[in-house]
């Protein structure tokens, strides 16, 4: 069966996506998760000059999945262009995801990665342990970066959503109001884990974002939520580590899924095995296309 989607007027040939920041941005690297079978790629977050990130450790395992503070490291998007130069050379569908303090400076990223070929935009509001998490808590910042980043650019443009929010709902709007062709969610959740023996936060900045199966169920109820009320397509993200957790998340909404941590469990492979085992349940359930299946949870 045929798992080829349009996305926001992105062509892909299957509904699976690599998430951001989890294998950085070298188009060599990006090549392998697109050969190994992802739809499309998503780059580590770009930011207006180059940034070294926290100090180590910058990442700790944790029951169901792993606490990283990296602190959006970058080599800004100038140097940045090279690689997309490339990766459009390769032919590889790539989303860049993007990040900045303000509505100009998300505007001028957007800007020049859209010239040089990006195929879409994730915008980057929703980091736990950096800056950028204020924009995507408040929805009339979010309205800004958003409105400002759709008049520079046509090309789609999603907003990535975090889940450290009262109401994800609010914010979510905020941004389909301002524009967006669309939204992933979620970003990691805010959190952290002590030494028991130094007796100090085990991370450099303390605080850190949660991925991997532990999130799973947070990020279902976000997509749902948010999928009760936009219209805009939906790309769920959190603690995907195989194809029936992709399919709770169509279910729930999503037209499209990113797999971030789960690559740390079984490698790249976690692509094509996904995609194969979506097309099994599909036939063994008598859907003809992927599309038939997406919000499905909703008329319980
Ligand atoms: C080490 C690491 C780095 C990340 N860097 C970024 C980033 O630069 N930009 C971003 O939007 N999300 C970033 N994320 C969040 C992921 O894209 C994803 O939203 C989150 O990890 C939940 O998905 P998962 O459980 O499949 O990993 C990062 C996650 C991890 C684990």
Same mark, same amino acid.
């Given at each position: 069966m045929d798992l080829a989607i349009e996305l926001a007027g992105m062509k892909l040939r299957n509904p699976t996506m690599l998430s951001s920041g989890i294998l950085g941005i070298s188009s060599s690297l990006l090549n392998r998760v697109y050969q190994a079978g992802a739809g499309c790629v998503v780059t580590k977050s770009i930011g207006p000059v180059p940034r070294n990130g926290y100090s180590n450790p910058c990442i700790v395992e944790v029951v169901g999945g792993y606490i990283n503070a990296m602190g959006l490291p970058n080599p800004g998007v100038n140097d940045f262009l090279e690689e997309l130069t490339e990766l459009n050379q390769l032919n590889i569908p790539t989303i860049v995801s993007i990040f900045g303090e303000d509505e100009t400076i998300f505007a001028e990223i957007a800007k020049k990665v859209a010239e040089k070929g990006a195929l879409g935009l994730e915008l980057n509001i929703s980091c736990p342990h950096a800056e950028v998490s204020t924009i995507g808590q408040d929805p009339e910042i979010t309205k800004r970066v958003v409105k400002a980043v759709k008049n520079t650019v046509s090309i789609p443009v999603f907003v990535k959503l975090t889940p %450290?929010?009262? %109401?994800?709902v609010e914010i979510a709007i905020a941004a389909e109001k301002a524009g967006a062709d669309g939204l992933t969610a979620i970003n990691t959740v805010r959190a952290m884990a002590i030494d028991i023996y130094s007796k100090i936060p085990i991370l450099s900045n303390k605080y850190g974002g949660l991925s991997g199966p532990a999130i799973k169920p947070i990020a279902i109820r976000c997509i749902f939520e948010i999928y009760e009320n936009v219209k805009i397509p939906l790309i769920g993200v959190g603690g995907i580590t195989c194809w029936q957790d992709a399919i709770e998340f169509f279910l729930a909404g999503a037209s499209a899924v990113q797999i971030g941590t789960g690559i740390s469990y079984q490698g790249l492979s976690i692509f094509q095995d996904i995609c194969n085992g979506i097309r099994k349940y599909l036939q063994s359930e008598n859907y003809s296309h992927l599309s038939e299946l997406i919000g499905e949870a909703h008329k319980a």
């Amino acid at each position: 069966m045929d798992l080829a989607i349009e996305l926001a007027g992105m062509k892909l040939r299957n509904p699976t996506m690599l998430s951001s920041g989890i294998l950085g941005i070298s188009s060599s690297l990006l090549n392998r998760v697109y050969q190994a079978g992802a739809g499309c790629v998503v780059t580590k977050s770009i930011g207006p000059v180059p940034r070294n990130g926290y100090s180590n450790p910058c990442i700790v395992e944790v029951v169901g999945g792993y606490i990283n503070a990296m602190g959006l490291p970058n080599p800004g998007v100038n140097d940045f262009l090279e690689e997309l130069t490339e990766l459009n050379q390769l032919n590889i569908p790539t989303i860049v995801s993007i990040f900045g303090e303000d509505e100009t400076i998300f505007a001028e990223i957007a800007k020049k990665v859209a010239e040089k070929g990006a195929l879409g935009l994730e915008l980057n509001i929703s980091c736990p342990h950096a800056e950028v998490s204020t924009i995507g808590q408040d929805p009339e910042i979010t309205k800004r970066v958003v409105k400002a980043v759709k008049n520079t650019v046509s090309i789609p443009v999603f907003v990535k959503l975090t889940p %450290n929010v009262t %109401n994800i709902v609010e914010i979510a709007i905020a941004a389909e109001k301002a524009g967006a062709d669309g939204l992933t969610a979620i970003n990691t959740v805010r959190a952290m884990a002590i030494d028991i023996y130094s007796k100090i936060p085990i991370l450099s900045n303390k605080y850190g974002g949660l991925s991997g199966p532990a999130i799973k169920p947070i990020a279902i109820r976000c997509i749902f939520e948010i999928y009760e009320n936009v219209k805009i397509p939906l790309i769920g993200v959190g603690g995907i580590t195989c194809w029936q957790d992709a399919i709770e998340f169509f279910l729930a909404g999503a037209s499209a899924v990113q797999i971030g941590t789960g690559i740390s469990y079984q490698g790249l492979s976690i692509f094509q095995d996904i995609c194969n085992g979506i097309r099994k349940y599909l036939q063994s359930e008598n859907y003809s296309h992927l599309s038939e299946l997406i919000g499905e949870a909703h008329k319980a």
